[in-house]
């Protein structure tokens, strides 16, 4: 079974600062991982997805996430937070075959003026 | 395309009672997903069809809950005989299988159910 973790129900940053989010997945097979974010009252939207090939992602909004093998991470990075970032983040986990999409519990970012 | 619609958005309804949430999706899109969604949580999977066959369900789909898609459209997920642990948000997403690579869902801005 696939599973993803996200280290922090709550990460608070200054505006400007650096934004990392972390998520350690668990899969047997080569993973599919996804970031989205939510902000109130409206739906999950994707930031960004990694595949295969590049171990680099970037999405939108400045986003952008790396995936390790190695330390079976995905994290989430922004090298400014603009308080419009302030929102709720999920990490999520699939494979080939397109099997439903896991998620983590989420990360509730503030960013503070 | 409007991205996909859920209906209603909010529901209060007392326990016991039957009620049932409608998604429409991305009118291209063959793929259909239910996720429930409680506070401090990640959406948790319920059920997904491709075109109008329910390919896979959650153990947390109880036989309180079904869901439908008739046609292949639009679906309907309806609870019967609730109970307040079913207070949650519902989302419904949509996607295009068969397409190369990740399975990319669109979602719906929920709906969310409250039981008294």
């Known amino acids: 079974a696939q599973s993803v973790t996200q280290l922090g129900s709550h990460v608070s940053v200054s505006e400007g600062a650096l934004v990392l989010l972390r998520c350690n997945y668990s899969?047997?097979?080569?993973?599919?991982l996804f970031w989205y974010v939510q902000y109130p009252n409206q739906g999950l939207q994707l930031l960004l997805k990694y595949t295969t090939g590049a171990t680099l992602v970037k999405g939108i909004n400045g986003f952008e996430a790396e995936f390790k093998k190695s330390e079976t991470s995905f994290h989430l990075t922004k090298p400014s937070a603009h308080m419009s970032d302030a929102a709720e983040y999920f990490c999520a986990v699939t494979r080939e075959g397109n099997t439903p999409l896991v998620f983590g519990k989420g990360t509730r970012l503030s960013v503070i003026a | 395309d409007t991205g996909v619609s859920q209906d209603p958005r909010h529901k209060i309804t007392k326990r016991g009672q039957n009620v049932t949430f409608r998604c429409d999706p991305i009118?291209?899109?063959?793929?259909l997903y239910w996720y429930r969604q409680t506070l401090g949580q990640g959406p948790e999977f319920l059920t997904y069809?491709?075109?109008?066959?329910?390919?896979?369900k959650s153990r947390l789909l109880s036989d309180r809950f079904s869901a439908e898609r008739p046609k292949g459209s639009f679906s309907t997920l309806e609870i019967q005989r609730t109970e307040q642990g079913d207070s949650a948000m519902y989302l419904c997403?949509?996607?295009?299988?068969?397409?190369?690579?990740?399975?990319?869902?669109?979602f719906g801005a929920g709906s969310r159910l409250t039981v008294l």
């Open positions: 997403a949509s996607s295009s299988a068969g397409s190369s690579g990740a399975n990319v869902l669109t």
């Open positions: 899969s047997s097979v080569p993973p599919y």
């Open positions: 009118s291209e899109h063959n793929r």
């Open positions: 069809f491709q075109n109008e066959a329910q390919l896979e």
